[in-house]
């Protein structure tokens, strides 16, 4: 029932910007943490960021300052505002919730290249 899915991924130049949207259905949003994961080839999946339903934050040291999540829980919608965009952050970016935060999307692909 529980249903995440990420969309907005694409490909731009180093330096460049992107949003990323997370659409959830079959809970109820607003009660639970979301998170953005992140996966490159060869590597393990990585926390990007999270944030709970009243809007408390948290990054990876990596994306610390360029980087932004936010959630309208009107919408039932998680956000990542990827800004100052590297090579080393191409991946596939997964959106994680649900109320036993065990729930995973079908991943969005985030290619950084000149």
């Known amino acids: 029932q529980v249903q995440l899915v990420e969309s907005g991924g694409g490909l731009v130049q180093p330096g460049g910007s992107l949003r990323l949207s997370c659409a959830a259905s079959?809970?109820?949003?607003?009660?639970?943490?979301t998170g953005w994961f992140r996966q490159a080839p060869g590597k393990q999946r990585e926390l990007v960021a999270t944030i709970t339903g009243v809007g408390i934050t948290n990054y990876a040291d990596s994306v610390k300052g360029r980087f932004t999540i936010s959630r309208d829980n009107a919408k039932n919608t998680m956000y990542l505002q990827m800004n100052s965009l590297r090579p080393e952050d191409t991946a596939v970016y997964y959106c994680r919730g649900g109320p036993t935060y065990r729930n995973w999307g079908q991943g969005t692909q985030v290619t950084v290249s000149s």
């Open positions: 079959g809970y109820i949003f607003s009660l639970y943490v």
